[in-house]
């Protein structure tokens, strides 16, 4: 029995080359630097703000908890990143649904390639812009109580100052996922969950520590239900299924050749962690509308809108007197994002006519139509079961949070963590192939 010598680095192999590789030191020192960047620019504070009023504000703040997991604690300490990269998130959402509903998006994201694909994210880009501008007025009208010298000018320098910084960040994304290693806009809201989370574990500690043994027992209990959900995830995020395919027959002079048995592999999760930071991100949005047009702000025109949206939030509160309507909501958004992320992802039409032109089949069933049907129903079925794991990850434990009483993640401790090893994974493969296509490049020029 012979061992290949193409086979997968270990561990340790992977370490070591990425050591002796150049250009992927590099590319890790650009991510670590410019996250290191976007961290700092959370610290940075809005000028004009009466600090000891704000924070007394947003002890008790409901809204507070749900938007400082995606902007680092940047909107409890209103710094010119509080908005950070949700407004980048939101304005890819929109997009990706007009790409699927506009046939011109449709045609550029397909078959223009790679200028098409350009042409989006400067839509994209565009679309950010306008939405950071929409939330730094709600923000900025919402902040005047706290500040100074209220009026006119310090809410267009806050909306200013807030709109470049998210301008910013969401060009740190972009320069991390061109010139680093990993996705930039998932890697920051990986970072921003990591800065908030010690404090969190800090105060379960302390709960655990205050609360005597009762206390103790429910906190263990919820972090056993996180380490069961990470392993599940780490299994589901690796799952797939392969479909075997055959390539047709080839007849050299007098032999008849068949090549060896390929596979197609089709993920459990397509979306990976996406579907689940947009259906957060879609939670989150009446919330945070609500808490911007609050206070002094919500008269006139803005009452009635502040009403409805406090109505809305209140129904969407994991915590509150309906969690049920939280938890169909958020199995919806998800079942829906991980269908349309799938569909975006793989197209069985596209792909039953690759196989075609490749001279491929699958056994057992005709080449065309019939091949991009069963694509299409494997992908179905794959779909609803990682649209269902994703869930049971986002409920499970903030159920158990509920049973618990121990609500100091804040409703998001399952969402966060589900981000956190899916976007690690994910690095952690990209770093892999680097090393791996450096390693063939070598053995190239050798």
């Known amino acids: 029995m012979t061992v290949s010598r193409d086979k997968a680095p270990t561990a340790q192999e992977t370490f070591m080359q990425m050591a002796q590789a150049a250009g992927l030191r590099g590319r890790l020192l650009v991510t670590v630097g410019l996250l290191i960047l976007a961290r700092l620019?959370?610290?940075?504070p809005v000028p004009g703000i009466d600090r000891a009023r704000f924070s007394a504000e947003l002890q008790n703040s409901p809204f507070v908890g749900l938007l400082d997991f995606f902007s680092g604690g940047g909107f409890s300490a209103l710094g010119i990143f509080a908005l950070g990269i949700l407004p980048y998130i939101n304005a890819s959402i929109i997009l990706q649904l007009l790409t699927a509903a506009i046939p011109a998006l449709e045609n550029l994201q397909k078959?223009?390639?790679?200028?098409?694909?350009?042409?989006?994210?400067?839509?994209?880009?565009?679309?950010?812009?306008?939405?950071?501008v929409i939330?730094?007025?709600?923000?900025?009208?919402?902040?005047?109580r706290f500040a100074v010298e209220p009026g006119a000018f310090f809410v267009f320098e806050t909306v200013l100052a807030l709109t470049a910084g998210s301008m910013f960040v969401m060009w740190l994304s972009e320069l991390i996922t061109e010139r680093g290693i990993g996705n930039g806009a998932s890697l920051l809201i990986f970072v921003n969950i990591v800065a908030v989370l010690p404090r969190t574990l800090g105060q379960t500690i302390?709960?655990?520590?205050?609360?005597?043994?009762?206390?103790?027992?429910?906190?263990?209990?919820?972090l056993l239900v996180f380490l069961v959900m990470?392993?599940?995830?780490?299994?589901?995020?690796?799952?797939?299924?392969?479909?075997?395919?055959?390539?047709?027959?080839?007849?050299?002079?007098?032999?008849?050749?068949?090549?060896r048995k390929n596979y197609l592999p089709l993920r459990l999760n397509q979306g990976g962690v996406?579907?689940?930071?947009?259906?957060?991100?879609?939670?989150?949005?009446?919330?945070?509308l609500a808490g911007i047009t609050s206070g002094e702000n919500s008269n006139g025109l803005l009452a009635p809108i502040n009403q409805v949206l406090i109505q809305i939030a209140n129904y969407l509160n994991p915590n509150g007197q309906t969690p049920w309507v939280y938890v169909a909501v958020y199995l919806v958004l998800i079942l829906f994002f991980s269908y349309f992320y799938a569909s975006l992802i793989i197209n069985p039409v596209d792909m039953s006519q690759n196989l075609k032109k490749m001279g491929a089949s699958i056994p057992g069933i005709r080449p065309g139509r019939a091949t991009s049907e069963y694509i299409e129903r494997?992908?179905?079925?794959?779909?609803?079961?990682?649209?269902i794991f994703l869930g049971l990850v986002a409920v499970v434990p903030t159920a158990v949070e509920s049973a618990t009483g121990v609500t100091t993640f804040r409703g998001l401790g399952a969402t966060s963590l589900l981000i956190l090893v899916g976007v690690a994974i994910d690095t952690a493969k990209q770093i892999q192939t680097y090393v791996i296509s450096q390693r063939y490049e070598g053995m190239v020029k050798q």
């Open 274 to 288: 996406m579907p689940i930071i947009f259906a957060s991100a879609v939670l989150i949005l009446p919330t945070s």
């Open 135 to 144: 939330q730094s007025i709600g923000l900025s009208l919402w902040a005047q």
């Open 206 to 222: 302390e709960l655990a520590q205050t609360g005597g043994r009762e206390t103790v027992g429910k906190v263990i209990v919820l």
């Open 111 to 132: 078959n223009e390639g790679e200028a098409g694909r350009r042409k989006i994210g400067q839509i994209t880009r565009y679309v950010a812009l306008g939405w950071s």
């Open 378 to 387: 494997v992908l179905n079925r794959l779909t609803l079961l990682g649209a």
């Open 41 to 44: 620019g959370v610290f940075l």
């Open 230 to 259: 990470i392993v599940g995830i780490v299994f589901v995020q690796e799952g797939s299924r392969r479909i075997p395919i055959i390539t047709a027959r080839r007849q050299v002079g007098k032999r008849l050749y068949r090549e």
